[in-house]
């Protein structure tokens, strides 16, 4: 496998920058997601990795090789699509044979190749069937077996799971991350489903509005994240405005008064709704504050409480449901929120 250099890539359509200045080293046999909302540049800048499109300035290296002006069949990337591009009128193994046949591969070789692609992803005993005769996860198996037949030395996936269900989405991400492990596949994976991005990336890269906004380990940005916009996006996140008075005192434009480690200049300040806690009664917490319950959204195994502070102010929290009934989070039932101070994240802007 190889590393991969993304340099200062740019690409423009007519007078719209999709990706602007994008910059980023992958390592080999690493597995880095590209996560953000529709239209933030994830899909475009896979695509110029590819080959498919052609950046506007900057380059990409695959191992030491420049491949910035590669096409595509010579650039050893085997990439899987949202909608898996599957030939209705052919085999299972006669679209795995077709990408061999694209990348010039002997035909004398073709069958072994087709048979360990099938192996991986346990489609041999489908071989013989055709698209229509497959579910969905089955066809996406077939289209990562074709991907990976040729033994490309980059793995590319565009939200390749989009188009499952709940269920199976999560079978085959945990396939699709077992077999990038066990072959030590260097691979970027589009999505921008967070859950996705957080249960199968080493790395993450959020992008918004073309740019890249934040890159590290899955942990890093959600525990960390460098601005509002990663903190919006990635989970949910209770924000207070206002200002910093004194270092480590935050109070918010309704009176709120929160300590915040560390914070001198911030005007905004968020805390994960996991990390605030109900009860009846005051807690010892440095940041603990007397509400109403106003609304509760049961999850299955996780209930989102609302709750309405005296100044006017939203605080969600996150609980756990262990089987208390609803009767504990009823609107207007009276309590308490609080959160410890090092779990506070504070924004300069």
């Known amino acids: 496998?190889?590393?991969?250099?993304?340099?200062?890539?740019?690409?423009?359509?007519?007078?719209?920058?999709?990706?602007?200045?994008?910059?980023?080293?992958?390592?080999?046999?690493?597995?880095?997601?590209?996560?953000?909302?529709?239209?933030?540049?994830?899909?475009?800048?896979?695509?110029?990795?590819?080959?498919?499109?052609?950046?506007?300035?900057?380059?990409?290296?695959?191992?030491?090789?420049?491949?910035?002006?590669?096409?595509?069949?010579?650039?050893?990337?085997?990439?899987?699509?949202?909608?898996?591009?599957?030939?209705?009128?052919?085999?299972?193994?006669?679209?795995?044979?077709?990408g061999l046949e694209m990348h010039k591969v002997p035909k004398a070789d073709r069958d072994d190749a087709i048979r360990r692609a099938l192996d991986m992803v346990r489609m041999t005993a489908l071989r013989d069937r055709y698209p229509r005769q497959l579910s969905g996860g089955q066809q996406q198996r077939v289209a990562i077996a074709r991907a990976l037949a040729i033994q490309p030395l980059v793995f590319l996936l565009d939200e390749p799971l989009s188009n499952l269900d709940a269920k199976l989405r999560g079978e085959v991400r945990e396939e699709i991350r077992a077999l990038q492990q066990r072959l030590g596949l260097t691979t970027i994976f589009v999505t921008h489903d967070q859950e996705e991005a957080l249960a199968i990336a080493d790395r993450m890269a959020i992008m918004h509005d073309g740019k890249v906004q934040q890159v590290g380990t899955p942990d890093a940005l959600y525990e960390r994240p460098a601005n509002l916009f990663v903190a919006d996006f990635l989970g949910k996140m209770n924000f207070f405005q206002g200002k910093t008075q004194a270092e480590g005192q935050f109070v918010s434009e309704q009176?709120?008064?929160?300590?915040?480690?560390?914070?001198?200049?911030?005007?905004?300040?968020?805390?994960?709704?996991?990390?605030?806690?109900?009860?009846?009664?005051p807690t010892s917490r440095v940041n603990s504050f007397a509400g109403t319950i106003e609304s509760a959204v049961y999850l299955g195994s996780l209930v989102d409480v609302r709750v309405a502070l005296p100044s006017g102010e939203k605080v969600l929290s996150q609980c756990v449901n262990i089987g208390e009934g609803s009767g504990k989070w009823a609107p207007g039932t009276p309590c308490h929120v609080s959160f410890e101070a090092a779990d506070c994240v504070a924004f300069n802007q």
């Open 255 to 281: 009176g709120t008064a929160i300590v915040v480690p560390g914070a001198t200049t911030a005007v905004q300040v968020g805390v994960r709704p996991e990390r605030v806690y109900l009860s009846a009664e």
């Open 1 to 98: 496998m190889a590393q991969v250099s993304i340099q200062n890539l740019k690409k423009q359509f007519g007078s719209s920058v999709a990706v602007s200045d994008f910059s980023l080293d992958i390592a080999e046999g690493e597995l880095v997601a590209f996560l953000g909302p529709s239209g933030c540049g994830k899909t475009t800048t896979l695509r110029m990795i590819a080959g498919f499109i052609q950046p506007t300035a900057g380059s990409i290296f695959i191992g030491d090789k420049d491949v910035t002006n590669i096409p595509v069949h010579k650039r050893n990337t085997g990439m899987v699509f949202q909608r898996y591009a599957l030939f209705p009128h052919m085999t299972v193994a006669e679209n795995v044979a077709f």
